[in-house]
């Protein structure tokens, strides 16, 4: 895409709603536009990878690939969460290729380089010769694991690929006090509160469409019963994330009339709101007053995305049934959704479209996506 019709896109997007387009359609479907669109919303930001749940004991370890950059997501001999490149820093083979618990060290299978669950390096079998296992060239202190820098925030694992973006905290100073109540012990539901749904669209427009409530009498006539358009009401924070509350949240109830315990010390106004944002670039968060939820958008291509979605609870123990019936009502809500993101996916394969517009009154959440990502580009391109 030549350079001066991206600076006229940009400009549009960037324009105030009322006038903007969306994003055009090379943003979904041109490998050299995403491949830019991907350095500047995903490498340079904090980016969503895993959740701790995915490693919960020490010793576990997850091999995970993202923007094609082959990680590992490992929980240390302290308990710390950490991401390292899963790769050798002898020859650059993958250490791990599959889950599995790491028992002692993290040993390459190609010459047997050994590393602490901490990165170091600590073992290198015959590299001064036969029996020899060191060498005046191989400084072990200088060529442990590359560790990833990373943040643990509602149990999500969010990564900065590039170590430049600002810290954690204060980048999402604004989330974490809108959120500060529900800062408190989370428990994850288990194997039956958590599931994956691939959906042949690209991770953009999961978060688009998560972002606003404008289509809920449609596509979730169930929900819209009894939490409907009305109910419902922006969340907006420029530059940051976006999303939609409601003023009328219904807790699950089993047969003999109870629910999941409450988070403690929450105000009155969560006795009926629950909130969903998007934390840009690619997480999808939920708040209630009895259990919260976050979905991980794996971009797996332009036009693929896996959504890792995770049910947490208040306290440890909670009741099995209720948490599988649960399970089944989100599900059952985001499969739901699957048909519009893939239609327009479908529909970024038309040359007349130009982006779109925006309903100015109903599509604020998602045209402020929009512009932060065109932003994210135009900062990128220009250095800042």
Not at 75 to 95: E, P, Q
Not at 96 to 101: E, F, L, M, N, S
Not at 120 to 149: D, F, S
Not at 334 to 354: L, S, T
Request: glycine share 8%.
């Amino acid at each position: 895409m030549p350079d001066d019709l991206i600076k006229y896109d940009l400009d549009s997007v960037l324009a105030p709603i009322s006038r903007a387009n969306g994003l055009p359609n090379a943003h979904y479907t041109d490998p050299a536009t995403i491949a830019r669109e991907n350095r500047a919303a995903l490498e340079h930001q904090w980016a969503a990878l895993a959740v701790g749940a995915d490693v919960p004991e020490n010793g576990d370890a997850k091999p995970i690939e993202f923007l094609g950059q082959p990680l590992l997501l490992l929980r240390d001999d302290t308990g710390a969460v950490r991401v390292f490149f899963n790769i050798c820093r002898h020859r650059g083979m993958i250490l791990v290729d599959a889950p599995r618990k790491i028992e002692g060290a993290i040993r390459c299978p190609y010459h047997s380089w050994c590393y602490a669950k901490d990165g170091r390096l600590v073992a290198t079998p015959h590299v001064g010769g036969p029996g020899q296992n060191q060498h005046e060239g191989i400084e072990r202190a200088t060529l442990g694991l590359k560790e990833v820098r990373s943040h643990i925030w509602r149990d999500v694992v969010f990564i900065n690929l590039s170590g430049d973006a600002l810290d954690f905290e204060t980048q999402h100073q604004a989330a974490l006090t809108r959120w500060a109540e529900f800062e408190k012990p989370l428990y994850h539901g288990g194997e039956d509160s958590c599931f994956t749904l691939d959906v042949n669209t690209n991770w953009k427009l999961a978060v688009e469409n998560y972002c606003e409530s404008y289509h809920l009498p449609w596509v979730h006539p169930g929900l819209n019963s009894y939490s409907r358009l009305e109910d419902h009401f922006h969340i907006e924070e420029e530059q940051r994330f976006s999303g939609q509350g409601t003023l009328v949240y219904r807790q699950l109830k089993d047969e003999k009339g109870q629910s999941f315990p409450d988070f403690d010390g929450l105000s009155q106004t969560w006795d009926t709101a629950a909130e969903y944002i998007a934390l840009y670039p690619n997480v999808l968060l939920g708040v209630h007053r009895d259990h919260a939820f976050a979905i991980i958008l794996e971009p797996v291509a332009h036009n693929r995305t896996r959504e890792h979605v995770h049910l947490y609870y208040a306290t440890p123990k909670t009741d099995p049934d209720l948490r599988a019936k649960n399970a089944k009502l989100w599900k059952d809500v985001f499969i739901e959704d699957i048909f519009v993101v893939e239609g327009m996916q479908k529909g970024r394969a038309a040359a007349g479209f130009d982006g779109g517009r925006f309903a100015p009154a109903m599509d604020g959440p998602t045209h402020m996506f929009h512009q932060w990502v065109a932003q994210r580009l135009r900062d990128t391109e220009s250095g800042l």
